[in-house]
C-alpha cells in the first residue's frame, strides 16, 4: 500500500516533467500488479529516481545513503517514500536484507545497476554491478530493465521506457553458481541496452 506523501509528490513531479521536460513514457503495460519486481535502469541524472517512480502506478522503493536519515525532516520524508538506507563503500548486510524482504513481499525496487551516473552521453550502459542481479536472483523475482534517454534540459525532452520483464533464474539456468550472479548482470546490461538502442534519438 503506498503512502498518503507518494502519490500527492508523484502527482507533482509528473506535472513537472509534463511541462518542461517534454516527458514521454513507453511501457508501462509491461509492470505488472501483485508481483515483486526489480527495476533496473541506466543512470544519467540525480533526476533519474524521481523519472523511474513517475511514470508507473505502483510505488517505488529506493536505496539512499545512510547520512540523508540523519536529518531530520528529510529522514521523515523520504522514509515515508519508501527508501531505506544504505551504508556505502562497503557491502550493506542490513540493506541487502531490507531489499530481498520488499522484493519478497511483493514491492518493487528501483536499483540502478551502475552504480552511479554514466557521463559518457553515448547511450551506452557501464559496467553493471552485481548487487540488483544478486536480489533479483535470490528473491526469484523478475527484473524490468528500464531505459533513460535525455538530456534533462528544458524543453528538450526526456524519455522513460519500460521494458518487459525478465526472469533471471531462467536466464542463467545450467550456469555454475559462482558464474550465475555475473551472468545475471550481464543480461540485465544486455537488456538495457537493447531498449536504448531502439529507442535512442
Known amino acids: 500500500m503506498e503512502s498518503k506523501t507518494y502519490p500527492f509528490f508523484r502527482g507533482l513531479f509528473r506535472g513537472i516533467f509534463k511541462s518542461f521536460y517534454r516527458w514521454k513514457v513507453i511501457g508501462q503495460e509491461n509492470i505488472p500488479e501483485g508481483e515483486g519486481l526489480v527495476l533496473c535502469a541506466n ?3 540525480n533526476w533519474d529516481p524521481i523519472l523511474l517512480g513517475c511514470g508507473i502506478e505502483r510505488q517505488v522503493h529506493f536505496m539512499a ?3 540523508l536519515f540523519r536529518i ?5 520524508l523520504i522514509k515515508d517514500f519508501g527508501t531505506y538506507p544504505v551504508k556505502r563503500g562497503a557491502g550493506d548486510r542490513q540493506a541487502i536484507r531490507t531489499s530481498l524482504e520488499l522484493a519478497k513481499q511483493g514491492k518493487v525496487l528501483g536499483i540502478f545497476p551502475e552504480g552511479k551516473r554514466n557521463r559518457t552521453g553515448e547511450g551506452k550502459v557501464g559496467n553493471i554491478l552485481p548487487g540488483a542481479a544478486m536480489i533479483a536472483l535470490k528473491s526469484g523475482v523478475r527484473v524490468v530493465p528500464v531505459a533513460i534517454i535525455g538530456p534533462y534540459r528544458f524543453f528538450r525532452g526526456v524519455t522513460i521506457i519500460y521494458g518487459k520483464p525478465v526472469d533471471l533464474t531462467a536466464a542463467v539456468a545450467g550456469k555454475d553458481n559462482a558464474e550465475r550472479t555475473q551472468a545475471a548482470a550481464e543480461v540485465i546490461r544486455s537488456e538495457i541496452q537493447k531498449i536504448l538502442d531502439i529507442h535512442k534519438k
Open 43 to 45: 543512470h544519467i541524472s
Open 65 to 67: 545513503k545512510a547520512e
Open 72 to 76: 531530520p525532516v528529510i529522514s521523515s
